[in-house]
Nanobody, 119 residues
Framework: QVQLVESGGGLVQPGGSLRLSCAAS????????MGWYRQAPGKERELVAG???????NYADSVKGRFTISRDNDKNMVYLQMNSLKPEDTAVYYC?????????????WGQGTQVTVSS
């Protein structure tokens, strides 16, 4: 099996920064796309940022210029650097990875980490 474990969430004041990390472990041949999603109370889960195995990135308009996604392919990790945080960034953040195992691609999710932006 494959597990994704997020870390780095917490409480931060508006304008502050946080760095989320996600580690993938288990039987992994390779990982294609990785990404971060978030879900605020009463809202649907939305894509925050994605990154391909080659390093190509995409971002939600609401976080462009403030968030940066990166990955370490050797360590099977993905990161989300969040700067200039706003109260509307408050949500549970989930890591996602498209993992190749035994010739097939499977989508895995982490358990989520809470990010709260409040004064």
């Amino acid at each position: 099996q494959v597990q994704l474990v997020e870390s780095g969430g917490g409480l931060v004041q508006p304008g502050g920064s946080l760095r989320l990390s996600c580690a993938a472990s288990g039987i992994i041949c390779s990982i294609n796309d990785m990404g971060w999603y978030r879900q605020a109370p009463g809202k649907e889960r939305e894509l925050v940022a994605g990154i391909t195995s080659g390093g190509r990135t995409n971002y939600a308009d609401s976080v462009k210029g403030r968030f940066t996604i990166s990955r370490d392919n050797d360590k099977n990790m993905v990161y989300l650097q969040m700067n200039s945080l706003k109260p509307e960034d408050t949500a549970v953040y989930y890591c996602n990875a498209d993992v190749v195992r035994i010739g097939r691609e499977y989508k895995y999710w982490g358990q989520g980490t809470q990010v709260t932006v409040s004064s």
